[in-house]
């Protein structure tokens, strides 16, 4: 079985934020956030939701494929910040597109979110339970940040990305003419993991529990990160993770054409080029316009890249997730 991305898309918020704009509310500057992070302006909702946003990022994803709504099977978003406890983001995704044979969830896997999506959407389609898969990243960032914290707040951007991912028998016969467009091999390996010890190192509690009935009702929070311990676990877990996917798909850093990495900040992007040794041209870059759009940030990338046509058949290319959780997951993909 070969499972393959057909199509991607994707949607930002139409408010664009720069940096001059944050210090302008905020003790701030573009010289401070620009280097240290490198990011220089993000994308923020004002009207625009997390489902809507997931489902304009399918919707063109869809379209990008070649496929029909009624013809997805399953969708699975990657997002901690859905409008909603319930329905999921996903089941309002499939509700919006009309995609009715389609099974839909969410996944809570904070910056690896999408990764996580795409592995879990390959276990489905690898045991030919399902044969189309609307996998998404999706966030609205900006409502869960203190906006009294210059140190969290000024990193995060809003935003989806979405990719179909389609099963073929290998061999086999071909499902439409754009897929046969394909000599393309799918998905070669991933590996993942979680460290759920070390989990508090970037948090956020749920809603005020006002039970009146318990003695320790908790207050909810925004999001906190201890920065320099989520980047110290950035740059020592990436590189190994990569190297272990890499090995696991019997390919050599030399042969992958980018790195298409999780976008939270260049310093991490350069280090991980460094620790493996690989041209830091071949790490594609959105956080300067996006910021860190947690599990938005590589199908994001990811699509921008394909619709302006840097990726071609055969290239093999790595994708890589880590954050909250704390968790972390890579690919390699043929595209
Ligand atoms: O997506 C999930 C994964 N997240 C990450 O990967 C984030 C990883 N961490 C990081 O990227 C970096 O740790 C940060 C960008 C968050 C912070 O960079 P840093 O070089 O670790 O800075 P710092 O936290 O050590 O702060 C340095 C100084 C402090 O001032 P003092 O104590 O040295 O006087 C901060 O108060 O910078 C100050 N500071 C700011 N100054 C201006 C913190 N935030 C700001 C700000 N503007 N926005």
Redesign the pocket.
């Known amino acids: 079985m070969i499972a393959r991305i057909i199509g991607t898309g994707s949607c930002l918020p139409e408010s664009i934020v720069t940096n001059d704009d944050?210090a302008g509310i905020?003790?701030?500057?573009d010289e401070?956030?620009a280097s240290?992070?490198g990011i220089r302006k993000r994308h923020l909702a004002k009207d625009e939701t997390t489902a809507f946003m997931a489902s304009e990022a399918a919707r063109k994803a869809l379209e990008n494929a070649g496929i029909e709504a009624d013809k997805v099977d399953m969708i699975i978003v990657g997002t901690i910040t859905g409008d909603y406890i319930t329905p999921s983001t996903a089941c309002q995704v499939q509700g919006r597109l009309g995609a009715v044979n389609a099974v839909a969830f969410d996944i809570n896997a904070?910056?690896s979110g999408f990764m996580y999506a795409f592995h879990t959407a390959y276990a489905y389609l690898q045991t030919g339970i399902y044969k189309t898969v609307l996998v998404l990243g999706a966030e609205t960032l900006s409502k869960i940040m203190d906006w009294t914290d210059?140190?969290?707040c000024?990193?995060f951007g809003d935003g989806a990305g979405a990719a179909v991912v389609q099963a073929f028998e290998e061999g086999g016969q071909q499902a439409s003419e754009k897929e046969m467009m394909g000599e393309r091999n799918g998905l070669l390996a991933f590996e993942q993991g979680s460290d759920g010890a070390r989990g508090m190192v970037?948090n956020c509690r749920g809603r005020l529990n006002h039970n009146p009935l318990t003695t320790n009702p908790f207050a909810p929070s925004y999001v906190s990160?201890d920065?320099?311990e989520?980047?110290k676990?950035?740059v020592s877990t990436v590189p190994v993770s990569i190297r272990r996917v890499l090995g696991k798909a019997g390919v050599e850093v030399g042969d992958i054409k980018f790195f298409i990495l999780?976008q939270?900040?260049l310093?991490?992007i350069q280090s991980v080029a460094k620790r493996l040794k690989a041209d830091v041209d071949k790490f594609p870059v959105s956080l300067d316009h996006c910021g860190?759009i947690?599990a938005a940030s590589v199908p994001v990338l990811l699509d921008e890249m394909n619709r302006k046509g840097m990726l071609n058949r055969g290239d093999k290319i790595v994708m890589s997730g880590?954050?909250?959780g704390l968790t972390w997951a890579s690919a390699v993909i043929e595209w």
């Open positions: 944050l905020m003790d701030t500057s401070w956030i240290r992070t904070a910056c210059r140190s969290t000024v990193l970037l990160m920065g320099q989520v980047y676990f950035a999780h939270a900040n310093r991490i860190n947690s880590f954050g909250g």
